[in-house]
Nanobody, 113 residues
Framework: QYQFVESGGGLVQPGGSLRLSCTTS????????MSWYRRPPGKEREWVAT?????????YYANSVKGRFTISRDNAKNILYLQMNSLKPEDTAVYYC?????WGQGTQVTVSS
């Protein structure tokens, strides 16, 4: 049974940083491509970033976060991360991790002064 627990969200001022974590269990984490998505208030869910399973593989980012966000994974701990720097109000959203067709419950990120 795929399980995800996202954490690390909260309220941050513009220009600040947060690191999201997605702790997983119930599947072989190291063999899966993992992604972060987000749902801004009143909008559809959108893709943020993906990291593939192979060591040294390329990571992919939405243009809106490229250069500010970094996706990473710890295969020994089965945890997916999203380091978010230079946060903007438009980054406000519920952030979700995803593997295959399975989703976490989400963690709220609010960027506001």
């Amino acid at each position: 049974q795929y399980q995800f627990v996202e954490s690390g969200g909260g309220l941050v001022q513009p220009g600040g940083s947060l690191r999201l974590s997605c702790t997983t269990s119930g599947f072989t984490f190291s063999t899966y491509s993992m992604s972060w998505y987000r749902r801004p208030p009143g909008k559809e869910r959108e893709w943020v970033a993906t990291t593939n399973s192979g060591e040294g593989s390329t990571d992919y980012y939405a243009n809106s976060v490229k250069g500010r966000f970094t996706i990473s994974r710890d295969n020994a701990k089965n945890i997916l991360y999203l380091q978010m720097n230079s946060l903007k109000p438009e980054d406000t959203a519920v952030y979700y991790c995803k593997a295959s067709q399975y989703w976490g419950q989400g963690t709220q990120v609010t960027v506001s002064s």
